[in-house]
């Protein structure tokens, strides 16, 4: 799959893509997901990312929203200290 980039900022661009129903079938199905992406010097990266427990996850309940936002804040405050 490819897009566009929707928007770019100074630490990079992003591209929407559809989660669609095949799309996660595959995902359920499948053992990894590569991802690419082209750094500022032009050349290209390459992501494998686990797919072994998305079908758990997927199928399974959803995690309270107060718990989700603790979390996000958690790994903002771990990306700052690393970016200092």
């Known amino acids: 799959m490819t897009a566009p980039y929707v928007i770019c900022a100074g ?30 010097a032009g050349q290209v990266i390459s992501l494998q990312l686990p797919l072994e427990n998305f079908a758990k996850v997927y199928d399974g309940p959803a995690t309270d929203p107060k718990v989700f936002e603790e979390m996000q804040r958690k790994r903002f405050e771990e990306f700052q200290k690393k970016a200092q």
Do not use: H, I, P, R
């Open 11 to 40: 630490n990079g661009c992003m591209a929407d893509y559809e989660a669609s129903a095949e799309l996660v079938t595959n995902m359920k199905k499948g053992k990894g997901l590569a991802v690419q992406g082209v750094n500022g």
